[in-house]
């Protein structure tokens, strides 16, 4: 594993902490009100990236501690550079939480709850509409599953239509319109660069945007035809 490039051992160890090692661990007190009254299965998926990451960041520097004059210096500059993505992000999902508060948002919902196309396009679009509205890729598809995906997943049952393509496909479209301007990756991007939107947002549109759609596009298309594959 040592010889891989960082992002392959990273999903090694995230693949790895996810299916082997959490799941064999006692969680049951995860259900007790003081730590959420939730379950293993709603929190291995964000504390297997957290601990592979660490233990990359560890593995990093036992193999490079020869050339790290100043272990510390280096964490210190790597947790400095994680702020401004770390705040970027937040404040743009909070954006997205308070807009999903709205009571105008509650109109937002139900026009795309009525799309006509059946479930599968209707479920693309609002996902890809309420992404770009709240700025966020998972903040939009959270707010899809939470507020309609029972209906969604009905409707597909009822339709025939298997539910891992119903997966891929909002797991497509909310990664198009998500990318809008302000978004809090592109803002971050642009802030790191130092270049403004007018400068550099019509590439960032191409392969953030353009791209994803035509993807979703053809998903749509082949899973209607084929079904799920």
Do not use: C
Not at 66 to 90: H, R, V
Not at 114 to 128: D, E, F, I, T
Request: charged share 10%; no cysteine.
């Amino acid at each position: 594993m040592a010889g891989l490039p960082a992002h392959r051992r990273r999903s090694r160890l995230n693949l790895l902490f996810s299916t082997l090692i959490l799941p064999t661990l006692d969680t049951s007190y995860l259900a007790d009100p003081r730590w959420g009254g939730t379950d293993a299965a709603r929190v291995i998926g964000i504390w297997s990236i957290i601990a592979a990451l660490i233990l990359s960041i560890l593995l990093a520097l036992a193999l490079f501690r020869k050339t790290l004059t100043e272990p510390s210096q280096s964490l210190s500059k790597g947790a400095e550079a994680a702020l401004l993505p770390i705040f970027n992000t937040a404040a743009l999902v909070g954006f997205g939480a308070v807009i999903a508060g709205l009571p105008a948002f509650e109109v937002i919902r139900d026009g795309v709850s009525a799309l006509p196309g059946g479930a599968l396009v209707s479920m693309a679009v609002s996902a890809s509409i309420l992404a770009g509205v709240t700025g966020s890729a998972s903040g939009g598809m959270s707010i899809a599953l939470d507020t309609l995906g029972a209906q969604y997943l009905a409707q597909g049952a009822e339709a025939g239509i298997d539910a891992p393509l119903m997966h891929r496909v909002i797991a497509l479209s909310t990664g198009g319109l998500d990318a809008l301007p302000h978004n809090g990756a592109v803002i971050t991007l642009l802030s790191i660069g130092r270049l403004t939107h007018r400068e550099s947002y019509g590439d960032i549109f191409m392969v953030a945007v353009a791209i994803p759609l035509v993807a979703l596009i053809s998903v749509l298309v082949l899973g209607s035809l084929f079904g799920s594959f």
